[in-house]
């Protein structure tokens, strides 16, 4: 065990996909105030479904920082039961995005809100609160957005790729459909201006991070603020710790390793953790003008998100 | 008991609201072939709540034909559970209109179906089919129409009235929003026209069949066939057996006695069944022009079902 250190005096805001995002989120509110660390979240794969505004990104965060995640499954919440969804699957409803009873209580009270005139930043704000979730989770936009999939089998949503085909089929190219006459909520330009530093998670490039960075405005700040920006490599060794990402990554004409990761955030990050298994890489990504920091990026373990943690505010 | 009688080749159609006429749907279909019996069905008191699509008069019809209904609650699907509600309460959601899990799994699938394009009577004839339920019921317009109620605490939704405030606050006047913009299907036009009788279940007059009336069309075609209208009196002995029937009869200006409904439905009705507890009012009715006929109307008991449903086809 490392001893728990004083907490750093910062202001962060996070990149934020879903799981390697939220795990990010939990080590760094162990290192640092976490009422002073923001994420911003994608919103690029919610979708509207049975009617309800489903935000995978922004529950999967907001579970896991309320301790509420369902470790066994790897997403959803702990305790989940699955009467609705067996019943719909019984009337011969669509059911392969499986929506747990306790998780359609969220999207109930999410649709519910929205149709009452509220954002998703309000109802992000309204569910966290009662959760006893302190950083501040922020939708990238309150406009709807959606990143989409031309693949060999024709053009899939988000969920139809990652969930119903498993992130199984080839992809030629993906868009974002509506980024760029959206616009960035006036608390996520706020986030990155004040933060002393900020943050990517080791989420996929391409598909969690990159559509937020084509909300117009944001990659800007980023390039302006580059030294202050820090990305934390989701390729280890050549592989994805989860997702589709390095598939996802040949397949768009990037490479497959820390350094293809690198070669994409150039020009709006100034330093980039890899893991130690990747050390061999550093050279390369720092002749690109990026510094490295090597540690270890998997998070499986406490006291390795601890040190990961630790290397990001360093 | 009675013994079963030989099937009645008729063909007819029930304008229907939801319990009273679920029962004497069920009652009917013992007597004549289902598949020769329409109910056009209100949709008035449908509403969008969490993003759902809900259809209380079709569903609680069909859940009684599929023999799913919850006779306990008197209301939605037996073997119900509360999963969904109870955690959308502890989320601080509006949580005063119960959605059972079950019946959750229909408002996601008819959602969902809307969603993708089709219409109330595409979704409610799939349901049906699932269900084996062989009465065809007929929205009586794809349409959105809104029952509202003018009350002494403001302006309610059909269901703020009905199940929040439990109909316990004085209503003023009754409005059904859209419903002189909105068109009959094609299917209620033609059952009406097919059917060798049309008759008017007993649900309340004011806020289930009414709306039913209001729509373009019907009213014209129940006057112009009146001798083939046979009505059922929702109200026995001044008293409706559910629902508040009389006291919004009375809060409107109308008797709250089996007269007064038949005062309501003048013009477009030939025939009146009423309660033999109810026979006094006999004369007066048929002054009106309209044919009595008693019998029991109360259906708790399947004898007395039976019995109701032989005197509306007699």
């Known amino acids: 065990m490392i001893p728990s250190a004083p907490k750093v005096?910062?202001?962060?805001?996070?990149?934020?996909?879903?799981?390697?995002?939220?795990?990010?989120?939990?080590?760094?509110?162990?290192?640092?105030?976490?009422?002073?660390?923001?994420?911003?979240?994608?919103?690029?794969?919610?979708?509207?479904?049975?009617?309800?505004?489903?935000?995978?990104?922004?529950?999967?965060?907001?579970y896991t920082l309320a301790g509420l995640n369902n470790d066994q499954l790897g997403w959803g919440l702990a305790g989940e039961t699955w009467r609705v969804m067996d019943?719909?699957?019984?009337?011969g409803g669509a059911a392969w995005f499986r929506l747990g009873d306790r998780d359609l209580a969220t999207h109930l009270y999410r649709s519910q809100r929205l149709s009452e005139g509220a954002t998703k930043t309000d109802v992000t704000r309204e569910?966290?609160?009662?959760?006893?979730?302190?950083?501040?989770?922020?939708?990238?936009?309150?406009d709807e957005i959606a990143t989409v999939f031309d693949t060999e089998i024709g053009v899939l949503s988000f969920q139809e790729y990652f969930v119903r085909h498993h992130h199984g089929v080839v992809v030629k190219g993906v868009?974002?459909?509506?980024?760029?006459?959206?616009?960035?909520?006036?608390?996520?330009i706020s986030a990155l201006e004040k933060s002393t530093r900020i943050v990517i998670a080791p989420s996929n490039p391409l598909i969690s991070i990159?559509?937020?960075l084509q909300v117009p405005g944001v990659s800007e700040i980023l390039r302006e603020r580059r030294d202050d920006v820090i990305a934390v490599s989701p390729i280890v060794n050549g592989a994805a710790l989860k997702g589709p990402a390095d598939r996802l990554l040949i397949e768009?004409?990037?490479?497959?390793?820390?350094?293809?990761?690198?070669?994409?955030?150039?020009?709006?990050?100034?330093?980039?953790?890899?893991?130690?298994?990747d050390a061999r890489h550093a050279a390369n990504i720092e002749s690109r003008g990026i510094k490295v920091r090597v540690t270890t990026t998997i998070m499986a373990e406490p006291e390795n998100a601890r040190r990961l943690a630790r290397a990001v505010l360093a």
Chains 1, 2 share one sequence.
Not at 24 to 46: T, W
Not at 87 to 91: K, Q, T
Not at 177 to 184: A, K, L, M, R, Y
Request: proline letters at 4%; glycine letters at 12%.
């Open 175 to 188: 868009s974002v459909h509506g980024v760029t006459e959206c616009s960035p909520t006036h608390e996520v």
């Open 87 to 91: 019943e719909l699957a019984g009337l």
């Open 252 to 277: 768009l004409g990037h490479e497959a390793t820390c350094e293809g990761v690198a070669a994409f955030y150039q020009g709006i990050i100034g330093t980039f953790v890899i893991d130690e298994v």
């Open 210 to 212: 990159d559509p937020i």
């Open 127 to 142: 569910l966290c609160e009662h959760w006893g979730v302190e950083i501040t989770l922020l939708p990238v936009t309150n």
């Open 9 to 62: 005096s910062e202001v962060i805001t996070v990149l934020s996909g879903g799981v390697g995002a939220a795990r990010l989120l939990r080590a760094l509110s162990g290192e640092i105030e976490p009422r002073e660390i923001s994420a911003i979240v994608n919103v690029g794969d919610d979708l509207v479904m049975h009617g309800l505004t489903i935000c995978p990104d922004l529950d999967t965060i907001s």
